[in-house]
């Protein structure tokens, strides 16, 4: 797929992905923030204000009935933490025109681009800042959010584990913030934080989909319009990435839970993420990212000791995660296992040709079908772009067809447990089991 | 003699090649410029199918979860192989599910698509049950068990089933119970694969750059059988009265979360059910808009319209503080709209929105998806989006008539434990 990048204004790109056999187009903004508590706190708040209403669409619901009308398109606004930035994002997926019946010859990407506007240079003011009645409901609605991450059982016991291997790095912030900092925001700050991302924040735009003559210059004048008062000197550049320190020895923590199911989460690190990541997804294919993962063949199949065992790589941190849900008394042994097959993979020779071949084929795969979704081949350049990879496409295949089993036995090698996580399920079972 | 249909929608630019196979298998070809084929196959046959006929027409009720089980199973081959090995050599991810009707194969590929459609079929004609390969998977899916009853919302979508529809297999967890499965044997799985895995009672939709004559051929050679009989299916004799108003519980929660349901086992109109759900329940409507300015809804929220061919529902929920405040607001919004009727603003919102809705599900190789969900429901797989466009007002309010009534309405609840039964999380 082509991609096409150019400069729109100081500190703003555009990237185009054009295609035609899409009904929907995929129109995105990212822009790119240094990673903080006060950061991610005060955007997940902006998000959730921001899309209550603007200046012409005051209330919620203004303002979904005139997206609605627009054949609802989704309009999102999210805060995404990735290990290099914070990113604020701004989306719109919507209809192409051909597929409005009442549009036809109308340009609906131009009801698009001003309803972004909208929302984002013309926001619902009180006072100078945010309307405070929203922000009020909102900061409640986020401390909500922080509480019930313990809802999710399986995402609960990562979350645990992973504050524990990240330490106290930028990234180890907590993706919904904490509630010592909602607390400080306000509808002046909060505002403020807006005016600095228009005028501060390096912006990678993202166009996916039908792409008419004039698209550019409209998305140009788009893009002058909400970087108006940015100066090229002031944009904030992107922190150094910063990596989790390795502790010596391996850290057993465990907690008890109200839940019928134990969680067990071993952190592994993976030594310093290396430029080409190509043997490390291999490898994680064949110890526990597929269907016929080692893992999954043996911790699951063999021994049936769960029904959920993976690994998950935070490839840029230099770590993974073996995540499963086990009860209580099988914790030892799905360790051991974990660590046996782990072990066998250190050795060239116990991988087979047909371990690698899997594993090529179901990356490639993954690959080749980015090109099927406009949301997800953008999100795939945008990680790119971010994390200063080459989307060069021909590259990325060639990395990958490139390893051998010498390379992924070296990554087994380097592979060093670092935390034993367990989230003990204590509820009683009850005379069903 | 197979059969072919070509059914086209200028509107949506989109081909389907319909073809009826001599076996009884209905097959969907949606031939999409993707780089990824996608192939769906399953048969109507779910949780919700709790009994089993034989020959001399006497009705046995087997234990739950095995539908589930049963899924589970079709991955072994006689060889002792998995197949999911299979389709890795292929480059192919396969997959599969349980609902509370159907039982659905699937995979997804880009390279090597006949084959993997070829071991589809074969996958799914094999049953190879044995006493040591059925009690290995009730170690497995007893795992799968724990891990649902730990979930929130599969607690509070079978408490709303059980407080709507009673006594009705669809208020039983899907993969059954730790005590239900441990009853399952080699011969009842035989059984249930007999009655219901015949081609008549089955769906296959394929996407991707597919020539149909190519998938007739590989259908033809897997599955060579002459038509099998209809699948005579246990009919549920639901009222429209909910069981009961309310079930909660308490789980490890931090706030309340809740899911208000409307009984209409009746399933009919489902292109006018959706549209009033949209109206009823969307997010740019009176109902949630108020809800959410008094601060008793947040953006954790979802709604719709759960078309199936057993036990059908209307249902939204979230989180709030106070669930019976957000009960009585839908009650009295509910009441309203079934005595005033619904608004065209509103109306022509809620077309737009659905059929915005049908278009993006054909809008990538997941299209193979919505074609199956549609087929096996008996629907015109591409008719959908403009189905939305075409429900009038009169429709709407007649349908509003009928759904709207409190007797139809339930909640189920999902509380914090109380102070004395937490155990919440703490250090060992």
Redesign the interface.
């Known amino acids: 797929m082509e991609i096409k990048s150019v400069l729109v204004a100081p500190g703003v790109d555009l990237s185009v992905i054009p295609s035609e056999k899409f009904k929907s187009n995929y129109f995105s903004l990212n822009f790119l923030l240094p990673l903080s508590e006060e950061n991610i706190t005060r955007c997940n708040l902006l998000s959730a204000v921001l899309i209550r209403g603007c200046g012409k669409y005051p209330t919620s619901a203004e303002l979904g009935r005139h997206i609605a009308m627009l054949y609802d398109p989704d309009i999102s606004v999210r805060t995404v933490k990735t290990p290099y930035t914070l990113i604020f994002r701004v989306n719109a997926y919507f209809l192409d025109n051909r597929f409005i019946p009442e549009k036809a010859g109308e340009d609906i990407f131009e009801d698009i681009l001003s309803l972004l506007s909208e929302l984002l240079v013309f926001p619902l003011l009180e006072n100078g800042g945010l309307k405070p009645s929203y922000l009020a409901i909102e900061k409640k609605n986020q401390l909500d959010r922080i509480r019930s991450r313990i809802n999710n059982k399986n995402s609960y016991a990562l979350y645990r584990c992973e504050r524990l291997a990240l330490g106290d790095i930028p990234y180890a912030c907590d993706a919904l913030g904490t509630p010592e900092e909602l607390e400080k925001a306000t509808p002046e700050s909060l505002y403020k934080l807006l005016r600095a991302i228009l005028e501060k924040s390096r912006l990678h735009i993202v166009y996916s989909g039908s792409y008419k003559e004039g698209y550019r210059e409209k998305i140009t004048r788009f893009a002058k319009l909400l970087t108006a008062e940015r100066n090229e000197e002031d944009i904030i550049p992107i922190p150094k990435l910063v990596l989790p320190v390795d502790a010596e020895s391996v850290r057993d923590e465990a907690e008890c839970i109200d839940a019928f199911q134990s969680r067990l989460v071993l952190a592994y690190s993976m030594g310093k993420a290396p430029e080409n990541t190509a043997p490390l997804q291999i490898f994680n294919e064949i110890f526990g990212a597929s269907p016929v993962s080692r893992l999954f063949m043996n911790v699951r199949e063999r021994l049936n000791l769960c029904y959920y065992c993976s690994s998950v790589q935070q490839s840029a941190l230099g770590i993974m995660y073996v995540v499963s849900g086990i009860s209580a008394e099988n914790r030892e042994r799905v360790i051991k296992e974990t660590e046996l097959q782990l072990k066998e993979l250190c050795d060239p020779d116990n991988i087979t040709e047909e371990d690698m071949k899997n594993a090529v084929e179901s990356l490639l795969s993954a690959y080749r079908t980015l090109s099927d979704s406009p949301i997800s081949y953008t999100e795939w350049v945008i990680s790119r772009e971010i994390s200063g990879r080459s989307t060069d496409t021909d590259k990325y295949v060639s990395e990958i067809k490139a390893v051998t089993k010498k390379d992924v036995a070296g990554v087994a090698k380097k592979a060093r447990l670092k935390i034993n996580y367990f989230l003990n399920g204590v509820a009683e079972r009850g005379p069903d089991e | 003699m197979n059969k072919r249909e070509i059914i086209e929608n200028k509107?949506?630019?989109e081909k389907l090649v319909r073809i009826r196979h001599r076996s009884g298998l209905d097959i969907y070809v949606l031939n999409?410029?993707?780089?990824?084929y996608t192939a769906f196959f399953g048969t109507r046959y779910g949780s919700c199918d709790s009994t089993l006929t034989d020959s001399n027409g006497h009705t046995s009720t087997v234990p739950a979860g095995i539908a589930h089980f049963l899924e589970h199973k079709m991955f072994e081959s006689p060889d002792g192989e998995?197949v999911?090995?299979g389709f890795?050599?292929l480059?192919?991810?396969?997959?599969a599910y349980t609902s509370a009707d159907t039982t659905v194969y699937l995979f997804?590929?880009?390279?090597r698509f006949y084959e993997a459609l070829e071991l589809l079929i074969k996958m799914v004609t094999t049953p190879y049950f044995t006493p040591e390969n059925v009690k290995?998977?009730k170690?497995?899916?007893s795992?799968?068990i724990?891990?649902c009853?730990?979930?929130?919302s599969d607690a509070l979508h079978y408490l709303l089933m059980g407080a709507m529809y009673g006594e009705h297999p669809a208020a039983v967890p899907i993969a059954g119970?730790?005590?239900s499965i441990s009853k399952i044997t080699p011969s009842l799985l035989y059984a249930c694969y007999n009655s219901y895995y015949r081609s008549s009672n089955m769906v296959m939709s394929v996407c991707g750059r597919i020539d149909p004559d190519e998938v007739e051929r590989v259908v033809d050679r897997a599955l060579p059988g002459k038509e099998t009989p209809k699948v005579i299916f246990d009919r549920h004799k639901d009222t429209i009265e909910c069981a009961r108003k309310r079930a909660e519980r308490e789980?490890?929660?931090?706030?309340p979360?809740f899911r208000i349901g409307i009984k209409y086992p009746e399933g009919d109109f489902p292109a006018a059910c959706q549209v009033l759900s949209e109206i009823l329940f969307?997010?740019?409507?009176?109902l949630y808009?108020s809800l959410?300015?008094k601060?008793l809804l947040?953006?954790?929220y979802s709604y719709g319209y759960a078309c199936r061919r057993t036990a059908p529902y209307f249902a939204a929920g979230g989180?709030s503080d106070d669930p019976e405040a957000v009960f009585e607001a839908f009650c009295e919004y509910a009441g309203r709209l079934r005595e005033r009727g619904v608004s065209a603003?509103a109306l022509?919102?809620?077309r737009?929105?659905m059929?915005?809705?049908a278009?993006?599900s054909?809008?990538?190789?997941e299209a193979a998806e919505s074609i199956f969900d549609s087929a096996i429901l008996g629907m015109e797989p591409l008719g959908r989006a403009e189905e939305f466009?075409a429900v009038t007002i009169e429709d709407v309010n007649a349908l509003a008539g009928r759904v709207l009534s409190p007797e139809r309405f339930a909640m189920s609840v999902v509380y914090p434990?109380a102070a004395e039964n937490?155990?919440?999380?703490?250090?060992?």
């Open positions: 509107l949506l630019g999409k410029e993707f780089t990824e998995d999911s090995a890795a050599a480059g192919a991810d396969a997959n997804t590929c880009t390279e290995k998977e170690g497995i899916i795992e799968e724990r891990m009853r730990d979930s929130v119970t730790v005590d789980m490890e929660v931090s706030i979360v969307g997010e740019c409507e009176e808009c959410y300015e601060g947040s953006e954790n989180d603003e022509e919102r809620a737009r929105v059929y915005a809705d278009l993006k054909l809008d990538s190789a466009l434990k937490k155990k919440s999380v703490k250090k060992i």
